[in-house]
Structures are given as structure tokens and as C-alpha cells.
């Protein structure tokens, strides 16, 4: 089966990171880009946000998501550029089309789902934007969909203020329905040789993770169910972080079982109580059982601990920072990898699967509209063609490209 090709106006995070996911299966993804618009540097802003990597507009930020893709530039502003994209969808065979700007921009830029089905007729179509097509002119960045969805009022300690959750929890699950659902309209389009149109809004694919928290309204909970807790989990107590002699240690019980095996432990008999031996009964004695556990744990050394919570079964961790994470022995044979043009390997995050045969090294992203020439050959245009769209600005190179940066913190979705 030939692999497939994706192509995907994308910029930011939550649509690079979903169809990242597509080149780790080995299709084909070719990015594409705005041409040169005298208003800010060309193209993705991520690819100038973090320290220079090997050259201006390949800052680190931009790595990870955008390894082993192809990179073009059109200006879908210009009718050449929309009907080149057009051509591009039709000989190339293209599968899936990605965006992720406005949804009051699409058929101005001529990438609505119509327009390009008129190019290919099963195409299927995915587009991510803050709180979907119905609020077409809405723009979103991850923490400011996470303050929306509820997610921050539930993250932090109780004492504190909201916080937003330490990875960009909203682009990644709006990339994630992109993956799920094409796949899903892939299955599909092998049945009924149709294409589909997908809509992710990142709002409604955050609060679909409030499984825990947004149904207990109805049930008339109280207040403190459905707000910040820290580190402790809201039903099954004790779940916590807790200090040791020498760092910290989190454990779970998720059972009466589990707090069984707990306490016949000698190291942590002395938190027993009658009341306790059911998770109800705990909940009920939360604070007080609390400081009991902080107050053996903080009397034995991290290795101790762990030692004991091993023998009995109980799920723990110690809390590992990011360094000590890429040493793990279960996530060893894991890593992707990619290589700077001068051969240094740079280490990634693992595939969410492992699948067999799954490529692990993937060619470095590339330069701003570094394969445009090439792919708008394949599409069959000639190299007069070529030259034209390239004179007038309705194709990019990366020829002329500016050496300035900007930095920047967000990792957003659609502007």
C-alpha cells in the first residue's frame, strides 16, 4: 500500500504535532507555509521561537513537531497560489488536508472543504480551530483554551491560584482527534470511497477530558470536588506526594486491597485506623491521614520508602525531572531521534506507540519553503511556470531568507 500523502497548512503546535504523528507511520507531509508578507518573518512563527538550532528560521521550539515533513510556500491570498494548491491536491494524489487558521479565512484562501473536494473528490479534510466553525473568528492558544475549559481552575493547590498544566495539554489533544479521526475517516473512505470533513474545536476537545470533575455538578457536589486539590487525588485517598528524608515520593491507592497491603507493612502500620479501611472512611479522615503519612514517609529516606511501597504492590513514583526521564530503561529503546545537517543527534519524545516496522530516525525539518520548486514539478508545472509564480510572489524560496529572530512563549493553535 502507497504511503500517505498529507498536505497541511499548519503553523504553532496542535496541528504540527498531529501530523508529526503521521510522518512517525511513514506518510508523506508537506507543510505549507504564507509567502513573505512584509509584516514579520515568513511563514510559521515557531520556527522562530527558542534558541537557533542550525540557522534562523529553525529555532528549537520548531524541531521536534516538524521532523522528516516537506516545507512549500503559496500565497493563497493570490488566485495562482489557491489554484496551485488545487493542482498540487489533484496530482499529487493528496489523502488528507490539514489547517489550523481561522475558520473565517478558509474560502478566501480557497482551502474550505468544498473548493478542494472539487480537486479531489475523496478528499478528507481536518481542521482545528479554537471553539470550531460556528465561532469562525475566535483565535486560541493552548493556555488560554486551558483557562476556558476549566482545566486550569482544577490544576494547582487549593491555596494557590489556577495554573496551567506544564505541557500544552490542549494543543496535544486537539492533534490527537486530528490522528483519531482521520484515521477513522480513512476506515471509512475504504468502505464508501467518500471523503469527509472533520471540524476539531480545541474547546470542546479539552472539556472532553472533565470526565472526572464536570458530571458531579448534576450530582449536587461540593464545592471542593470539582476545584484544585495539588497533588492529591479527589476520590481515592491516599494519593499524594509526599516528603521523604531526602526528596519525595508519590504513591496511589486505588483500593481497600491496596490499603491493606499498605499497612500490613511495618513501616506504615502506624497510619491504621479502624475508620480507615475503606476508601469512605478515609475520605472522611483526609487531612489528618494526610500529615500521618507525611510524617512516616518523611522519617525514611526516598529508597526506603520505595523499597517498601515495591514489596507491597502499591503503585509510586519517585518525581522525576526531565533529564531523568530520558534515562529511564523502559522508555530506552523508545526515543525518536533526528540529526542537525551537521550530524549532531538530537533525542525526541518516543511515538505514543510502538508499532512494528515504525521509523525512530527522521530527517531534520526543513528550511521555509525549502521543497517548493520540487513539489510544484511533481504537480507538473514547468519550469517557466515556476519561475513566474517564484517572480511574483505567489511561490516561496528560501532564498532571501532573514536572518532576524523573535522570541516568544506560546504554542498555540489558530490565529
Known sequence: MRPRTVLSLEQALSLPYA??????????VIRVESTPSGDGLPGDPNRYIGREAVDADRRTYFVAPNVGKEAIALNLKDPRGRAALARVVAELGVDVFCCNVLPSRYEALGIDYATLCTAKPDLIWAGISALGPRYPDVPGYDPVLQAMAGIMEV???????????GVPLVDLKAGDEVYAN???????????????????????????????????????????EITRTGNEHRKFIPTNVYPTRD??????????????????????????????????????????????MADVTRG?????VAATLSAATIPWARINDIREVRALPALADAFTTTRTPDGRAIRMQPAAVS??????????????????????????????EIAALVRDGVAGTPRGQPEGCREGTHGGATQ
Not at 483500593?255 to 480507615?276: C, G, H, N, Y
Not at 530516525?361 to 520540487?374: C, S
Open 182 to 224: 482521520v484515521m477513522l475517516a480513512l476506515a471509512e473512505r475504504a468502505e464508501t470511497g467518500e471523503g469527509r470533513r472533520i471540524d476539531v474545536s480545541m474547546l470542546q476537545a479539552a472539556a472532553s477530558w472533565l470526565i472526572t470533575t464536570l458530571p458531579l455538578v448534576d450530582f449536587d457536589c461540593e464545592p471542593a
Open 300 to 304: 525514611h529516606a526516598t529508597d526506603e
Open 155 to 165: 490544576t494547582g493547590d487549593p491555596a494557590g491560584p489556577p495554573m496551567a498544566a
Open 19 to 28: 501530523t508529526m504523528r503521521f510522518v512517525q507511520l511513514g506518510w508523506r
Open 355 to 384: 508499532l512494528p516496522g515504525m521509523r525512530r530516525e527522521f530527517p531534520f525539518p526543513p528550511k521555509y519553503a525549502e521543497h517548493t520548486q520540487a513539489v510544484l514539478a511533481e504537480a507538473g508545472f514547468d519550469e517557466t
Open 247 to 292: 526528596g519525595f515520593v508519590y504513591l496511589a491507592i486505588g483500593s481497600d486491597v491496596q490499603w491493606k497491603r499498605l499497612t500490613a507493612t511495618p513501616m506504615f502500620a502506624p497510619v491504621a485506623t479502624p475508620e480507615r479501611v475503606t476508601n469512605a472512611g478515609r475520605t472522611r479522615d483526609r487531612a489528618a491521614l494526610r500529615q500521618a
